[in-house]
């Protein structure tokens, strides 16, 4: 009868550690379902750490999440501003395990100060999806956007073939210093311009915001007058640029590239319409991808990869006004 009680513990264990989420079986290839799975009759809260909402393209992704959630009954999603301030967002996060949410979403305002507060929470024991910008290391449960070296490596491509084919000069316009995105879409662009004639003569940081592209570009135009084309790392630091040409008389002279292409009235798919930018780059914003990921954990208690790579779609003057429509049908 010991040798039956001691099977069934045994039996009990295994059971559980196949449910959980231990340090053996994280920062594999998937994380196995965790803990807090208490299938549809639990009820779930989840923390969202935004790096800033100054962007919009980060306003759509908490806007993306806002909607996705609506049509889960169980889950209720709190939402946090970092405003782009790295000690706020560590802030948050802490706040966030403290309140012992069953699941952290976190688009990290820089990768190295925010690894630590996310292995921290990851090693409580909740699931963690990383979206768009990374941390460093594998201490977290998914992480989901698209391929920003291959988004820079696409906008230098057509930048090469279709606006400078002979070579010549671009300005370049980065995200915030830190981000991984703004070291990936930089690497990716060098990557396609290589060997091509094609000289990036001033690179400046613009941290993602309108203003600070316009800022930029205006004292870029100051000291290279005769730029033909100018590279942001996103669509707000692309139409920023735009109106310093403007202010100069120079927005019919120069190409303007962005990326994230969002499908609102202010996004980058309307400014490629307008001729404002020559082209954008869609980069979803992977809020629907988020929740659904949540689910799979938490209510169907099923993996996740440990990378989930979204794709993107180059948008130019021939598919900007059909690829609008076709994510606003109504």
Not at 158 to 186: C, D, F, H, M, Q
Not at 205 to 224: F, H, T, Y
Not at 262 to 291: C, D, N, Q
């Amino acid at each position: 009868m010991a040798i039956l009680r001691s099977s069934a513990v045994i039996l009990a264990c295994a059971v559980v550690a196949a449910c959980g989420t231990t340090s053996e079986n994280r920062g594999g290839a998937s994380a196995s379902a965790p803990a807090q799975c208490k299938g549809a009759s639990g009820k779930y809260v989840i923390g969202m750490s935004q790096a800033n909402v100054a962007e919009p393209y980060r306003q759509r992704m908490d806007d993306d999440i806002r909607a996705a959630a609506k049509a889960v009954p169980q889950f209720e999603v709190r939402f946090a501003d970092a405003q782009q301030d790295n000690s706020r967002q560590v802030s948050d996060v802490e706040n966030f395990i403290t309140q012992k949410v069953d699941l952290l979403i976190i688009s990290p305002n820089e990768a190295k100060p925010l690894t630590q507060v996310v292995k921290s929470a990851y090693d409580k024991g909740i699931p963690v999806l990383v979206l768009d910008r990374k941390v460093e290391g594998d201490a977290y449960t998914s992480w989901i956007g698209a391929d920003n070296v291959e988004i820079g490596r696409k906008a230098g491509e057509y930048v090469a073939t279709k606006l400078l084919p002979n070579g010549g000069k671009v300005a370049e316009i980065r995200g915030l210093a830190g981000s991984t995105p703004a070291k990936e879409r930089g690497d990716g662009f060098r990557e396609a311009i290589k060997g091509k004639n094609i000289d990036i003569v001033v690179s400046q940081d613009g941290d993602w915001l309108r203003e600070k592209g316009q800022e930029k570009a205006d004292a870029i135009l100051k000291s290279n007058p005769d730029i033909p084309v100018i590279y942001a790392h996103n669509d707000p630091m692309a139409e920023g640029a735009y109106l310093a040409a403007k202010a100069v008389g120079k927005q019919d002279s120069i190409k303007f590239i962005g990326i994230d292409g969002l499908p609102i009235p202010s996004g980058g798919l309307k400014a490629v319409e307008a001729g404002r930018l020559a082209a954008t780059f869609i980069y979803p914003t992977a809020g629907k991808e988020a929740v659904d990921s949540a689910k799979k954990l938490l209510i169907d208690c099923q993996q996740l990869p440990k990378t989930q790579t979204l794709q993107t779609q180059q948008i130019t003057k021939e598919n900007a006004t059909e690829t609008y429509n076709k994510a606003n049908p109504n």
